[in-house]
């Protein structure tokens, strides 16, 4: 397998000035909300690969090996020459939240076909319940199937998301891109660094990812306690104390990152499913705890002994943990960079949710506040 990469990091950087030298099977872009929206950009990247599909999407940071690009007008191209394995991809329309794992379900069966070995999935951000969208796409995928992604972003402003498939730019949607053969190797792990704090909560009463009471009380008073005078700006400063989600004894949690609060009504809606009767504790980090996680989801993700090292690494890392680091974010990346080859291509993209293994349930879940690290290559 081939990987070349171009980061373009201003309007003026075209791709025209962009040389890649191999055959491409695949192309994926990363880019903020401005860039892929700007008129005719997604036209010149088509043009540059005439017939080459293109997958991607908005994002809150694009990722390379050189670390996170910081302003608007950032994009990575990242191009696949794979000698024996085939690709297929699907997208489909989120009619709405409640229907996320039906559309995952959807787009699982649509891919299931002999040779699967690896489901790289792009959604919408914003009009999508994540953890559903992954349940509907394991129930209808092998457990030996490897499935990561994200959910695609817009900076930290939660306003508009978009995917990519060739020259269009689309809302409300997930696409999907099936690997396909048995010289193709896919490993991913997550982690987080994030600690618990303060006494278990009990989730009284929710609905998927809405939480609207928490030990008999209003979420929203239940939470704005813990933060004091930080509760004024919520929900921004949800990102800092995302909360861990425990559905059984022995259970690290899951972490889930608030999107938004109803004043009204008192409750709280998270990236990912809240499950009544699961028990709540916030959570906090630190730059060094933060860089330690990644460094875990990387060490364990190497592909296993005999493999072909990997060529290429998709980083999926959440937009709280960026907010978080500010100015030291390349900091996590360069630790994920020290566990992979000199010459594995890292591409990826700070996001509003990963997709990936969760070692308590043994399987792919939806995680906010995570590294997750893919690690992808091709045996000769």
Same mark, same amino acid.
């Given at each position: 397998?081939?990987?070349?990469?171009?980061?373009?990091?201003?309007?003026?950087?075209?791709?025209?000035?962009?040389?890649?030298?191999?055959?491409?099977?695949?192309?994926?872009?990363?880019?903020?909300?401005?860039?892929?929206?700007?008129?005719?950009?997604?036209?010149?990247?088509?043009?540059?690969?005439?017939?080459?599909?293109?997958?991607?999407?908005?994002?809150?940071?694009?990722?390379?090996?050189?670390?996170?690009?910081?302003?608007?007008?950032?994009?990575?191209?990242?191009?696949?020459?794979?000698?024996?394995?085939?690709?297929?991809?699907?997208?489909?329309?989120?009619?709405?939240?409640?229907?996320?794992?039906?559309?995952?379900?959807?787009?699982?069966?649509?891919?299931?076909?002999?040779?699967?070995?690896?489901?790289?999935?792009?959604?919408?951000?914003?009009?999508?319940?994540?953890?559903?969208?992954?349940? !509907?796409?394991?129930?209808?995928?092998?457990?030996?199937?490897?499935?990561?992604?994200?959910?695609?972003?817009?900076?930290?402003?939660?306003?508009?998301?978009?995917?990519?498939?060739?020259?269009?730019?689309?809302?409300?949607?997930?696409?999907?891109?099936?690997?396909?053969?048995?010289?193709?190797?896919?490993?991913?792990?997550?982690?987080?660094?994030?600690?618990?704090?303060?006494?278990?909560?009990?989730?009284?009463?929710?609905?998927?990812?809405?939480?609207?009471?928490?030990?008999?009380?209003?979420?929203?008073?239940?939470?704005?306690?813990?933060?004091?005078?930080?509760?004024?700006?919520?929900?921004?400063?949800?990102?800092?104390?995302?909360?861990?989600?425990?559905?059984?004894?022995?259970?690290?949690?899951?972490?889930?990152?608030?999107?938004?609060?109803?004043?009204?009504?008192?409750?709280?809606?998270?990236?990912?499913?809240?499950?009544?009767?699961?028990?709540?504790?916030?959570?906090?980090?630190?730059?060094?705890?933060?860089?330690?996680?990644? !460094?875990?989801?990387?060490?364990?993700?190497?592909?296993?002994?005999?493999?072909?090292?990997?060529?290429?690494?998709?980083?999926?890392?959440?937009?709280?943990?960026?907010?978080?680091?500010?100015?030291?974010?390349?900091?996590?990346?360069?630790?994920?960079?020290?566990?992979?080859?000199?010459?594995?291509?890292?591409?990826?993209?700070?996001?509003?949710?990963?997709?990936?293994?969760?070692?308590?349930?043994?399987?792919?879940?939806?995680?906010?506040?995570?590294?997750?690290?893919?690690?992808?290559?091709?045996?000769?």
């Amino acid at each position: 397998m081939k990987i070349e990469q171009q980061v373009l990091s201003t309007f003026t950087e075209h791709m025209r000035t962009v040389k890649f030298t191999g055959k491409t099977q695949l192309v994926i872009i990363f880019g903020s909300v401005e860039r892929l929206e700007a008129p005719g950009e997604l036209q010149k990247i088509a043009a540059a690969f005439p017939g080459v599909p293109i997958v991607g999407c908005s994002t809150a940071g694009e990722i390379s090996r050189n670390g996170v690009v910081e302003h608007r007008t950032g994009v990575t191209v990242t191009t696949l020459d794979m000698a024996s394995t085939d690709i297929a991809i699907e997208r489909a329309v989120i009619p709405s939240m409640a229907a996320s794992a039906e559309t995952g379900a959807v787009l699982g069966k649509a891919l299931l076909k002999p040779d699967l070995r690896y489901v790289l999935v792009l959604s919408d951000g914003l009009k999508v319940n994540g953890a559903e969208l992954v349940r !509907g796409l394991r129930g209808a995928l092998p457990e030996t199937t490897v499935i990561s992604g994200g959910l695609a972003g817009d900076d930290a402003r939660f306003g508009r998301t978009y995917v990519v498939q060739g020259s269009e730019l689309l809302s409300g949607q997930v696409v999907a891109v099936g690997f396909y053969g048995r010289k193709f190797n896919a490993r991913v792990m997550s982690g987080s660094g994030w600690v618990s704090f303060g006494m278990d909560r009990r989730v009284t009463r929710s609905e998927a990812n809405v939480v609207y009471e928490i030990d008999g009380q209003r979420a929203l008073d239940v939470y704005s306690a813990y933060l004091g005078e930080e509760a004024a700006n919520l929900p921004a400063t949800g990102l800092l104390y995302p909360l861990a989600v425990r559905i059984a004894d022995g259970d690290e949690g899951l972490i889930r990152t608030l999107l938004a609060v109803d004043r009204e009504k008192g409750s709280l809606t998270f990236a990912g499913d809240v499950p009544q009767g699961s028990n709540v504790r916030l959570m906090h980090a630190n730059n060094r705890q933060l860089v330690a996680g990644a !460094g875990t989801a990387a060490e364990l993700a190497v592909l296993p002994a005999g493999s072909v090292p990997a060529q290429l690494a998709l980083l999926f890392s959440c937009v709280g943990r960026k907010l978080l680091m500010g100015s030291h974010t390349d900091m996590e990346i360069e630790e994920v960079a020290t566990h992979l080859p000199a010459e594995t291509v890292i591409s990826g993209f700070y996001t509003y949710g990963e997709i990936g293994y969760y070692k308590d349930s043994g399987h792919c879940e939806l995680h906010n506040q995570t590294m997750t690290v893919t690690t992808l290559s091709e045996e000769v």
